[in-house]
């Protein structure tokens, strides 16, 4: 698993207008090749009547599925310039399809190119990315007497809160990176005079916007 990697948010969609064409970028967030493919299908389904429907996406840690689709333009005017995009974004696990309704003027290639690739920066751009952080969560256990202060602490400093369980003693989940478990738990045990239980949990991943 990678340790950081960008993407985008779930899913977006942003329009733009070229020449009297219509640009629109769909984007999605896919862990696989069928994923992919079903998002792609689905786009084309509802655009039917467009008159193409080009594609690319870029999935793996090492980025090993790579797609591009002109879907009828000439051949690297559209699919390409989108996968580009991707690329030149770092972003991963990433699908995008701009579907285009054509305005009756032709743009040659070098205009597609850049069309396509404008509207799927701006599809992005509109949706939004991540970086996601592998992260380890700690689990803090305390007393409630220690309730109000660590809460203040936890908030106010560089760690994540993830959750608070109210049980018979106080659980705070924390994200922190696996660099940093030790120093953390100096830092809780130091404000704690030793009296709080540390323990790790599950490794997830955190987003963050960017």
Known sequence: MLSRYYTVKESGEHEIVIQKSRF??????VET?????????????NHWDATHN????????NDQIQKANDDGEPSGTAGVPILEVLKKKNLKDTAVV???YFGGIKLGAGGLIRAYGK???????????VERKLMKVIHVTVDYTWLGKLENELRSSVYTLK????????DFEVFVEEGEIEQFSTWITEMTNGQAKISEG???????DI
């Not at 629109?24 to 967030?29: G, L, N, Q, S």
């Not at 792609?40 to 389904?45: E, L």
């Not at 080009?54 to 840690?61: E, T």
């Open 24 to 29: 629109i970028a769909h984007i999605k967030r």
């Open 119 to 129: 509207a799927t920066s701006e599809g992005i751009a509109a949706t939004g990315v």
């Open 98 to 100: 701009v579907t285009r």
């Open 163 to 170: 959750e608070i369980h109210y049980l018979d003693t106080v």
């Open 54 to 61: 080009c594609s690319a996406y870029l999935i793996g840690q």
């Open 202 to 208: 599950e490794i997830l991943y955190l987003e963050e």
């Open 33 to 45: 090749e069928a994923a992919a493919q079903d998002f792609i299908q689905t786009i084309k389904k």
